[in-house]
């Protein structure tokens, strides 16, 4: 799915904060992994199995977190 997202206020600041504080290195990947995060922790009730793709994603993501090397900008 590709989509043309506009965030503004809190959404923005999150994403930003996100990348700032190393969490995620793109905004795409912030999104990616706010998304998830909201599945794991609001649709479990509704839907209480991930799926493989899901857990594999999740994974992914968490050890692309771990294998990063936070820049900080006086290191610049």
């Known amino acids: 799915m590709n989509i043309n997202l506009k965030l503004s206020g809190m959404a923005e600041n999150v994403v930003e904060e996100m990348i700032m504080k190393g969490y995620a290195a793109t905004k795409t990947e912030a ?5 998830l995060d909201y599945k794991h922790h ?9 799926t ?4 594999a994603d999740l994974h992914q993501a968490l050890k692309e977190f771990r294998e990063k ?7 610049v």
Do not use: S
Not at 31 to 35: E, F, L, Q, T
Not at 52 to 55: E, S
Not at 69 to 75: A, I, Y
């Open 52 to 55: 493989k793709a899901d857990i």
């Open 69 to 75: 090397k936070t820049v900080r900008l006086g290191e």
């Open 42 to 50: 609001h649709l479990e009730g509704e839907r209480a199995d991930m």
């Open 31 to 35: 999104i990616r992994m706010a998304i």
